[in-house]
């Protein structure tokens, strides 16, 4: 690799060892693993000595009419790799933020509430075939307690299912990292239900997952999400002004989790880190992007708030 002040021009190889750097940290890139080698022929193809925010700006808005959250996209990717450039070659620029936008805001999440989610699960019993019931009222419902990824969820393997500690083991999650998920005994005994009843509704799968569809395979994400989606709609949970998706549910176990702490009067930062490794987050700023104020939480702030000030009368 060129040294600190040399000039850069291979930017197809110094963008493949970024790449391959990054995926040995666990992180799976697909999105730059598709644009970066597009971006870095580019800068070639002119003979360009060094990444400028121009040049950065220009490609990332290729083709004219490409949509503006997609340019946003490729811009973000561009930085990061241009942050790691500027280590070769100090008169890389890193593009700022703000020069494009996305032209779309983070939707908030749907904080579900105990008696939302009875509904979900009472609505996917009434399900048809009586597998699909049984699947969806458990893997809902496993999602509600546990805050697991849906992908997660659908990865399990029976092995990874613990009937009898109580104990789920998450492999290659988010990041490729593993952790241990224990059960309340009420969300184990639902878990043995499931499986009873799986294996006599499906005896011979063509699958080894812990979730199995009607026709002996696996769950796949999209047909889950369309599913939620279904029973939000038929219980009303889904209305014109509250569009709950499948993972509002991790959102929820986040935030309800929060709100149970306040609530025992225990010290959240001294325990969120504690659910930061139970939801699988790399680091505590992770969950925090999770606790929407919900007004439940906000009302109980201020109370601890005016228990330690007063109410500044």
């Not at 569009?243 to 001294?270: C, E, K, M, Y």
Request: with cysteine; hydrophobic share 40%; glycine share 8%.
């Amino acid at each position: 690799m060129a040294g600190g002040g040399d000039e850069v021009t291979d930017f197809v190889r110094h963008a493949s060892d970024y790449l391959q750097l990054r995926r040995s940290l666990g992180f799976k890139l697909e999105l730059h693993g598709r644009v970066l080698p597009r971006f870095a022929e580019y800068l070639e193809a002119p003979g360009a000595s060094t990444i400028t925010t121009e040049h950065s700006r220009a490609w990332a808005g290729l083709p004219p009419d490409v949509p503006a959250i997609s340019a946003s996209q490729r811009l973000g990717v561009v930085r990061g790799f241009a942050r790691y450039l500027r280590a070769f070659d100090p008169a890389t620029e890193v593009p700022p933020l703000g020069i494009l936008t996305s032209g779309s805001r983070r939707r908030p999440p749907h904080i579900l509430t105990q008696d939302e989610v009875s509904c979900l699960l009472a609505a996917a019993r009434d399900l048809m075939p009586a597998l699909r019931a049984a699947n969806y009222e458990a893997l809902l419902g496993l999602l509600a307690v546990s805050g697991m990824r849906v992908g997660e969820a659908l990865q399990l393997s029976r092995d990874d299912v613990d009937l009898v500690e109580g104990v789920i083991t998450v492999r290659c999650g988010k990041f490729n990292r593993s952790r241990l998920i224990p059960l309340h005994r009420t969300a184990t005994r639902a878990l043995q239900n499931y499986a009873e009843s799986r294996d006599q509704l499906c005896p011979r799968p063509r699958t080894q997952t812990f979730f199995v569809s009607h026709s002996g395979s696996r769950l796949y994400y999209g047909q889950v999400c369309r599913t939620f989606h279904e029973l939000a709609v038929k219980t009303g949970v889904r209305s014109n002004a509250a569009w709950p998706r499948i993972h509002d549910l991790r959102h929820s176990f986040a935030v309800h989790t929060l709100l149970d702490l306040q609530r025992s009067g225990n010290d959240i930062h001294a325990n969120v880190g504690t659910l930061s490794l139970y939801l699988g987050h790399v680091k505590p700023a992770g969950t925090y992007w999770y606790l929407t104020a919900v007004p439940e939480l906000m009302e109980l702030a201020v109370s601890r708030l005016e228990r330690c000030f007063g109410d500044g009368r």
